[in-house]
């Protein structure tokens, strides 16, 4: 079991930049491929970005490419989403999500859920 809190949401002007964080605790970090996602209102919850279990290697939706960055910190068990340039359209709940089977696109491949942190980005 994994429990996941985010935390760092905000409101943000258009084309500033926000930092939102996910603390894992309950099993053994570097066991989790980590990600993050995104629910905009009236829209499905999408992929944004991945991590692998080592931190070696990042995925990330063609939308974010180049503006977000994720991390992991193994010391605190922490993954981090760094989003530069926000645009309005990416206001949304962002969540973090963990999960055994390295699969990194597939929302359904995701074992555990954050709660999600509200992101406003203002026009």
């Known amino acids: 079991q994994v429990q996941l809190a985010e935390s760092g949401g905000g409101l943000v002007q258009a084309g500033g930049s926000l930092r939102v964080s996910c603390a894992a605790s309950g099993s053994t970090f570097s066991n989790y491929v980590m990600a993050w996602f995104r629910q905009a209102p009236g829209k499905e919850r999408e992929f944004v970005a991945a991590i692998s279990r080592s931190g070696l290697s990042e995925y990330y939706a063609d939308s974010v490419k180049g503006r977000f960055t994720i991390s992991r910190e193994k010391v605190n068990n922490t993954v981090f989403l760094q989003m530069n340039s926000l645009k309005p359209e990416e206001t949304a709940v962002y969540y973090c999500?963990?999960?055994?089977?390295?699969?990194?696109?597939?929302?359904?491949?995701?074992?555990?859920w954050g709660q999600g942190t509200q992101v406003t980005v203002s026009s």
């Open positions: 999500a963990a999960s055994r089977s390295g699969s990194y696109y597939r929302e359904l491949s995701y074992d555990y």
